[in-house]
Nanobody, 119 residues
Framework: QAQLEESGGGLVQAGGSLRLSCAAP????????RGWFRQAPGKEREIVAT???????YYGDSMKGRVTISSDNAKNTVYLQMNNLKPEDTGVYYC?????????????WGRGTQVTVAS
């Protein structure tokens, strides 16, 4: 059972932008390391970005410079703004919380939202 709810995925042309949102109904996770993973077809899951409780941010190499992670703790929501999207960004994007970057693991997960970038 997913504990987090993603939204904002979809189909976009190369060079376009998308904003993903992740809500945590009934949970207060603002003091946890939260963020986004993605899994492209045929590839392993990787971290896109994380944000800690002191707003410390980590960006994975694959999308660094093209994504911004932010949070609205009053809404218990995390956002991922993705710009200049490329076809290789196509995949399922998962929201997660209580992330351990070193082990690529998390305690809480969403079901994932599909992002498709057309060339």
């Amino acid at each position: 059972q997913a504990q987090l709810e993603e939204s904002g995925g979809g189909l976009v042309q190369a060079g376009g932008s998308l904003r993903l949102s992740c809500a945590a109904p009934g949970r207060t996770l603002s003091n946890r390391n939260r963020g986004w993973f993605r899994q492209a077809p045929g590839k392993e899951r990787e971290i896109v970005a994380t944000i800690g409780w002191r707003d410390t941010r980590y960006y994975g190499d694959s999308m660094k410079g093209r994504v911004t992670i932010s949070s609205d703790n009053a809404k218990n929501t995390v956002y991922l703004q993705m710009n200049n999207l490329k076809p290789e960004d196509t995949g399922v994007y998962y929201c997660a919380a209580d992330i351990q970057v070193a082990s690529m693991s998390a305690k809480y997960w969403g079901r994932g939202t599909q992002v498709t970038v057309a060339s």
